[in-house]
């Protein structure tokens, strides 16, 4: 299509009905030296064309191509053109760095974010996400991913009863905020900052938007969001997907308020069976692909299609994010 995108094999891919994921752009020949203003002015030449790449893999991973700062991702970003989805109601703390970037989740280096989709837990999702490579890992710290409708199918075959029950139910997720954010939790997202707000009356209306009730503790809140649907049919592709953070919430929302046990029930308030969702996570597991991040990386995830989650590492790394309506 492009000189400029030329599709590579890297060892961590896996195929997919013959397909790569994720699918992989690198630079064409000749191309390599030829700037940000270069690349800029390709993706939105062939902006149509990347985004038929993106629905078909579900991830496009940009290497090698001149992007070194959180400047220049914010450009790239911008190229795309997808309108920007303000980060209300999301778990995991985040700094803006500039313009429509954001860090990624801040959580301690020594703890893995389980698999999730990006704001699962409410009705207003990011469609799209961006993450950029700032300063690659020590060790680990890979980002690895998952086509959310394969684990849809193997759980369906091998738990009938419990996928039935919870694309009957839907799920419930409670998490319980402090006032200000702590950065010593994966979810530690304070209320404030949740809501984008320091008046509890403005807090309640933009819960209430998002379909999520408050009960006001003495130092914080406690958020209970559902029940909504913990499986969506993918219009564009006409499949159902895994679209939840239960394996995320049960296994990882913990902290000091929160037990990631009672985080997360079926829809009518019955507990979820420990079994079951460990199978479901040993599945992510099998199904993911973990590619080590290098400086420059720029990945696209279809949020609709791909859950992600975040390995331990060693410091340093910087990975940002952007994420689009």
């Known amino acids: 299509m492009s000189q400029t995108f030329i599709e590579s094999s890297i060892p961590h891919q896996k195929l997919y009905d013959g397909a790569p994921f994720p699918l992989v752009l690198t630079p064409g020949k000749g191309v390599e030296n030829l700037g940000l203003t270069h690349l800029i002015h390709s993706i939105k030449a062939h902006k149509?064309?990347?985004?038929?790449?993106?629905?078909?893999a579900g991830a496009v991973l940009l290497r090698d191509f001149p992007v070194s700062a959180a400047s220049d991702f914010n450009d790239v970003v911008e190229a795309f053109g997808f309108a920007e989805?303000?980060?209300v109601g999301g778990a995991a703390p985040r700094t803006n760095v500039v313009g429509r970037v954001f860090t990624a989740n801040e959580a301690p280096p020594d703890q893995k974010i389980p698999f999730h989709h990006e704001m699962a837990q409410v009705p207003e999702f990011p469609s799209k996400l961006f993450f950029f490579c700032e300063v690659e890992p020590?060790?680990?710290?890979?980002?690895?991913?998952?086509l959310s409708h394969i684990v849809y199918e193997r759980m369906k075959t091998k738990h009938p009863e419990f996928v039935q029950r919870l694309e009957e139910h839907g799920l419930m997720y409670i998490r319980v905020l402090g006032e200000e954010d702590d950065p010593s939790s994966p979810i530690g997202r304070g209320w404030k900052s949740t809501f984008l707000t320091h008046d509890k009356i403005t807090?309640?209306?933009?819960?209430?938007?998002?379909?999520?009730?408050?009960?006001?503790?003495?130092?914080?809140?406690?958020?209970?969001?559902?029940?909504?649907?913990?499986v969506k049919f993918d219009e564009s592709r006409q499949?159902?997907?895994?679209?939840?953070?239960?394996?995320?919430?049960?296994?990882?929302?913990?902290?000091?308020?929160?037990?990631p046990v009672k985080a997360v029930t079926f829809g009518d308030g019955q507990p979820l069976p420990a079994d079951v969702i460990y199978d479901c996570l040993k599945i992510l597991e099998d199904e993911c692909v973990a590619v080590p991040w290098q400086k420059g990386d720029v990945l696209l995830l279809d949020n609709w299609a791909v859950l992600h989650s975040r390995r331990p590492f060693d410091p340093p790394r910087r990975v940002l994010a952007s994420l689009c309506k």
């Open 203 to 230: 807090a309640e209306k933009r819960a209430a938007q998002l379909g999520m009730k408050l009960e006001w503790t003495e130092d914080g809140v406690k958020t209970i969001m559902g029940p909504i649907p913990a």
């Open 239 to 259: 499949r159902k997907v895994w679209f939840n953070s239960m394996v995320a919430a049960y296994t990882g929302w913990e902290d000091a308020r929160n037990d």
């Open 85 to 87: 989805l303000p980060y």
């Open 138 to 146: 020590g060790t680990g710290g890979e980002t690895p991913i998952v």
């Open 48 to 56: 149509p064309w990347l985004q038929s790449l993106l629905h078909r």
